[in-house]
């Protein structure tokens, strides 16, 4: 007989995978409505500084709070992952999506705090009127190239690698518990997240890459129906089972 998950424990972590849905899913929702993220990041940089100083701090802690939100998610896949059922049952599987979720919060929290702790630096030297042609032309190539790295390679494209396969190897040890609702819609958010790197890539390529940006679009919005479906069967099974 394998260990069961301690009677307190299972309430707790879907409270926390429904409470993570609502939390990630605030702040993206107030830079949609007042920073018009994320097309802003199709703008041209100096455009996008501008129109960042002008949100003023306000919107430096809203970035700090998605940026907090994303990282709340390495807790949580341990929380989920590595329960005593699971450890005996799969071990590979529960340690290999415990591992991935903590890289991805962590990646994708690193990407987000560029907007924290570097752009509002350029975004004051760009809206400045006294500051100098050349230094406000070097503050958008600094943003550009910010994004590219920071934004692109480690927030985007690592982080949402590490986001699917955290999902695909927790929907997997949700098919084998016969969870297959939780499992179906974490199969999809995986698929479409994954789907969703190929943006990044294909800019580097030089081609659009409007398709590969919808994808993770819907893929978080699959990702957010997932937590859900995860905490809500996490809260309604019996503490014995």
Do not use: C
Request: charged share 10%.
């Amino acid at each position: 007989m394998t260990p069961a998950q301690p009677p307190k424990a299972r309430p707790l972590a879907g409270a926390s995978a429904i409470a993570l849905a609502v939390v990630f899913n605030a702040p993206y929702a107030v830079l949609v409505a007042t920073f018009d993220y994320p097309d802003v990041l199709r703008r041209p940089a100096g455009e996008a500084l501008d129109l960042f100083a002008a949100g003023g701090g306000g919107l430096i802690l809203t970035w700090h709070g998605f940026a907090l939100s994303a990282l709340a998610l390495a807790p949580l896949a341990f929380a989920l992952a590595l329960t005593p059922a699971r450890v005996a049952r799969a071990p590979a599987l529960a340690v290999g999506a415990a591992i991935a979720g903590a890289m991805a919060g962590l990646a994708q929290a690193i990407g987000l705090w560029r907007w924290v702790f570097v752009v509002p630096g350029l975004a004051r030297t760009h809206a400045d009127p006294a500051a100098a042609p050349e230094a406000k032309v070097a503050a958008a190539r600094a943003f550009d190239l910010l994004n590219a790295y920071g934004g692109v390679a480690i927030g985007e494209h690592l982080g949402q690698l590490l986001t699917s396969l955290f999902v695909l190897l927790l929907s997997l040890l949700q098919w084998r518990e016969r969870a297959r609702l939780s499992a179906a819609i974490g199969f999809a958010a995986a698929a479409t997240i994954a789907l969703g790197t190929g943006e990044g890539l294909a800019l580097a390529l030089g081609a659009p890459g409007d398709a590969f940006a919808l994808a993770t679009i819907t893929g978080f919005l699959a990702l957010t129906a997932w937590l859900l479906a995860t905490g809500a069967g996490l809260l309604r099974t019996p503490r014995g089972a």
